[in-house]
């Protein structure tokens, strides 16, 4: 517990030299300008033009924000509420959650799995835990506060059935059959709670590095706090939040099954020296078994598979050990000429 940067972060006024990233890889004092033309799903237009909608989005960009959603506002306030209440909340109320183990369903921990052996620490302490079946992973979840496990049960449930639109819009611009992104592409739910508190340092230090999602997609709710870059063309770009609607990401998994069609884009995330920040991600995952493969149905003599096939979690283990966040992830995938 005491390595969490709510335990002591408040009490210093210079970064720690393990927390100080490479000058290659900082922020540093550039100025950053912020993305104007973020591409918009509104899911109130119909099937048709949210369809026209994505393809723009998903072929020249990578992620979208969406709205007209259908998720509640004010469980998205409620949500947003109990995640800020948790983390709040006096440490030794939390202690009984805080692990080093990345296997483990439910854990608070901070930077990442590998805090021990990593380079650079990360700014940020993350609560995450899986959620589908909610059934199956509920009485794993935290009990403090009282509202927590009620609240992000909503959420949770509501997310998936969001996730589900989002896939078929997807996989009908792809040219996919209905239902192909089914259990065993969709079938590992994961809610995880990010806490980035002021930083001393901000030039020097990263809530998350440069970096590609492993996942297939993923949905993110901001607070009113900036704090969310993405990489385009060669520049960085701040994305302004909108606390009431989803920025989706789409994930090196799902760039596979698209054979190329879909690109999972890179992006990072400061800190800031005045204001504490949270975000909350609801990634949607391949079950660790699942192959994942250019879809049969976009391979022909035309258009050859870009990538080999492999399971999941062989992918999830190249990943971690590279460490470089997904950065080449993919390259060792790739079907050589």
Not at 58 to 78: A, K, M, S, T, Y
Not at 159 to 164: E, V
Not at 269 to 287: D, E, L, M
Request: aromatic share 10%.
């Amino acid at each position: 517990m005491h390595k969490l940067l709510s335990n002591w972060s408040s009490n210093i006024k210079s970064l720690p030299e393990s927390y100080i990233f490479p000058a290659e890889s900082r922020p540093g004092d550039a100025i950053v300008p912020f993305f104007n033309t973020i591409p918009v799903i509104d899911l109130h237009t119909g099937r048709h033009h949210a369809v026209q909608q994505v393809l723009e989005a998903c072929r020249d960009f990578g992620f979208f924000q969406v709205i007209n959603h259908g998720v509640d506002e004010n469980l998205l306030i409620d949500t947003r509420m109990v995640v800020k209440e948790f983390f709040d909340m006096p440490n030794e109320e939390k202690a009984d959650l805080f692990s080093e183990d990345a296997n483990k369903k439910c854990r608070l921990c901070t930077s990442t799995y590998d805090y021990d052996i990593e380079k650079n620490h990360l700014w940020r302490d993350n609560l995450h835990h899986q959620c589908h079946p909610v059934d199956d992973f509920i009485h794993l979840w935290p009990q403090k506060p009282a509202r927590y496990r009620d609240v992000i049960m909503k959420y949770s449930l509501q997310m998936g059935n969001l996730s589900t639109r989002i896939l078929e819009l997807i996989g009908e611009w792809i040219g996919l059959g209905p239902g192909y992104f089914g259990d065993g592409l969709t079938g590992v739910q994961i809610f995880s709670a990010n806490h980035y508190p002021a930083c001393p340092n901000p030039n020097l230090a990263l809530g998350l590095p440069k970096h590609r999602d492993p996942t297939l997609i993923t949905f993110l709710l901001q607070d009113a706090i900036h704090g969310l870059q993405v990489y385009r063309n060669g520049e960085w770009f701040g994305i302004k939040p909108t606390p009431n609607d989803f920025l989706v990401i789409l994930g090196q998994q799902i760039q596979v099954i698209s054979n190329g069609k879909l690109t999972s884009p890179t992006h990072r995330v400061v800190t800031n020296s005045s204001n504490h920040r949270i975000s909350i991600v609801f990634s949607i995952n391949p079950k660790p078994d699942s192959i994942i493969e250019p879809a049969k149905i976009l391979i022909d003599n035309s258009n050859p598979p870009l990538y080999q096939s492999f399971q999941s979690k062989t992918f999830r283990k190249t990943y971690q050990e590279k460490g470089d966040y997904g950065e080449d992830s993919l390259d060792d995938y790739k079907v050589k000429a």
